[in-house]
């Protein structure tokens, strides 16, 4: 029944469109102050962020908006739903559009609700790449393929996703985006934490926030890494969050005790450490305050330790100590 209503509020709305963008108008434009104040006003429900009964003329959703929580995810994306809980996932609303005149072409929409602004980075992050995409102006920052469309706004990270056919026009897919993104706390803002890795040397859009076993080691909860080129060299540099010193501490005794380096976590305070990783080759790591700092995948250990020193600084610059 609330489901119902809800459908039934949201079917009145008509899709408000910025000045050039009248391809997306719907039967009536909405006023511009109504958008706005519709932007501004805080989110009740996830499904609110998705346009009904359609987006555009000749693409109707096929029914309501469906909700997905924490015990039904993987009913929607089985197989991917365990990447999305250790970044704070809340809530999934999703709904397929149609084509009017080809039945078998259509349009998922899927406004997933993270934990924070960096959560959803840290999703987005994931499906991020640099091969077949173009980057579209939406949300925070997003990307456009031949088939899909990926963006993140606030703490919310919206996939769209082209059904029926390998390819379909980019416009169809950014008008969406764009009404949705309308719809989203209106925050073009990128985390904070990524202002750290604003280094030489470091490749633009190949920070990555992992939410969970950073490098795949456990007692590095959670961090960013991100590639850079030294030389003509592609190395990996990276930051573990942790919550205190304390906690940065033991995981830096952690990893030098599995590094067979043990009588070097006494290391002091914005040291670093150089050894051999199993899985990564050469290593450098240091603690400042609450951050490990370091860098992997090198043969030049001095330029390394330079980018990771560099690094280091920023962390504490943005972050604190």
């Known amino acids: 029944m609330i489901r119902m209503k809800l459908a039934a509020v949201l079917a009145a709305v008509i899709l408000f469109l910025a000045p050039g963008a009248s391809t997306w108008a719907a039967a009536d434009d909405r006023p511009a102050a109504d958008a706005k104040a519709a932007a501004i006003k805080e989110m009740k429900s996830t499904a609110d962020a998705l346009p009904i009964p359609a987006f555009a003329r000749g693409w109707k959703a096929e029914g309501p908006v469906r909700l997905f929580d924490k015990d039904n995810l993987f009913d929607h994306i089985d197989g991917e739903a365990e990447l999305y809980?250790?970044?704070g996932f809340a809530e999934l609303a999703a709904v397929t559009y149609i084509n009017a005149a080809n039945a078998d072409l259509a349009v998922v929409a899927d406004v997933y609700r993270m934990g924070s602004l960096l959560d959803a980075?840290?999703?987005y992050s994931n499906y991020r790449r640099s091969d077949d995409t173009t980057a579209v102006k939406v949300g925070a920052e997003g990307f456009v393929s031949s088939a899909q469309?990926?963006?993140y706004q606030d703490r919310?990270?919206?996939r769209l996703s082209v059904s029926g056919a390998d390819k379909l026009d980019q416009e169809i897919l950014t008008g969406l985006a764009r009404d949705i993104s309308?719809?989203?706390p209106p925050s073009a803002a990128k985390p904070r934490e990524l202002e750290a890795f604003a280094l030489q040397?470091?490749?633009p859009k190949s920070e990555r926030y992992i939410a969970k076993s950073l490098l795949g080691y456990a007692f590095f909860r959670r961090g960013i890494v991100a590639e850079a080129l030294?030389?003509?060299e592609r190395i990996q540099v990276f930051a573990v969050i942790e919550d205190s010193e304390a906690a940065a501490r033991k995981a830096l005794g952690e990893y030098l005790a599995y590094l067979g380096k043990p009588n070097d976590k006494g290391?002091?305070?914005g040291g670093f450490v150089a050894a051999a990783d199993p899985l990564f080759g050469k290593v450098i790591v240091g603690r400042r305050g609450k951050h490990l700092i370091g860098a992997i995948r090198f043969k030049d250990e001095q330029a390394a330790r330079s980018l990771a020193e560099a690094l280091q600084k920023r962390v504490v610059d943005v972050s604190g100590p």
Do not use: A, D, K, N
Request: net charge positive; hydrophobic share 55%; proline share 4%.
């Open 201 to 203: 040397g470091v490749i």
């Open 149 to 151: 469309l990926l963006f």
């Open 182 to 184: 309308r719809r989203l």
């Open 230 to 232: 030294l030389s003509g």
């Open 267 to 269: 290391i002091g305070e």
């Open 156 to 158: 919310y990270f919206v």
């Open 85 to 87: 809980m250790p970044y």
């Open 121 to 123: 980075f840290g999703i």
